[in-house]
């Protein structure tokens, strides 16, 4: 079971930086990008977890060239007709394409998508955000990732000390 992320001409590094860190959290296993914008931005980079050290934001010219074999491709945008993300059933294996921050995905590439996919809010979200909501909903759906105790210990910033709830209540 893999996911992969498609960014159809992203404009920035804050936002590159925020799915990188969110392919880490819900482990990706790849992150591509179309256009040049972010390339010339690259530098200015903004993954706080180093998730750019293992897996590298990869360009292309065109992201249908770099679908992996057996994934389907989901398009993730404001598309009339597509379908609410609270009732869409992830694939085992897909290639998430997201919109631009400032525009949309191009219907070339929505025409030949397996899926369309809304996230239902009352405004436009941030691309960033939008990943982590599909990655989370994705989780969530699938069970990919093991809910434990020792999955938060092993996931919290190293400045959070907190204890369990109920063991503060003892006290």
Do not use: W
């Amino acid at each position: 079971m893999s996911s992969y992320i498609g960014l159809t001409n992203p404009k920035g590094p804050t936002n590159v930086g925020s799915v990188l860190r969110a392919a880490g959290c819900f482990n990706a296993a790849g992150v591509y990008y179309s256009g040049t914008r972010y390339t010339r931005a690259a530098k200015f980079n903004t993954d706080t977890h180093n998730v750019h050290s293992t897996l590298k934001p990869i360009a292309c010219e065109n992201l249908h060239d770099v679908v992996p074999p057996g994934c389907k491709v989901i398009c993730v945008d404001l598309i009339e007709g597509a379908t609410p993300l609270p009732e869409f059933s992830h694939p085992e294996n897909a290639f998430y394409i997201f919109g631009p921050e400032d525009g949309s995905i191009s219907q070339q590439v929505i025409n030949s998508a397996d899926e369309v996919v809304y996230i239902p809010t009352l405004s436009c979200l941030n691309l960033a955000a939008s990943v982590n909501i599909v990655l989370y909903d994705r989780q969530a759906k699938l069970a990919c990732i093991e809910a434990s105790d020792s999955l938060i210990i092993n996931s919290r910033d190293t400045n959070n000390k907190t204890r369990k709830h109920t063991d503060i209540i003892s006290n």
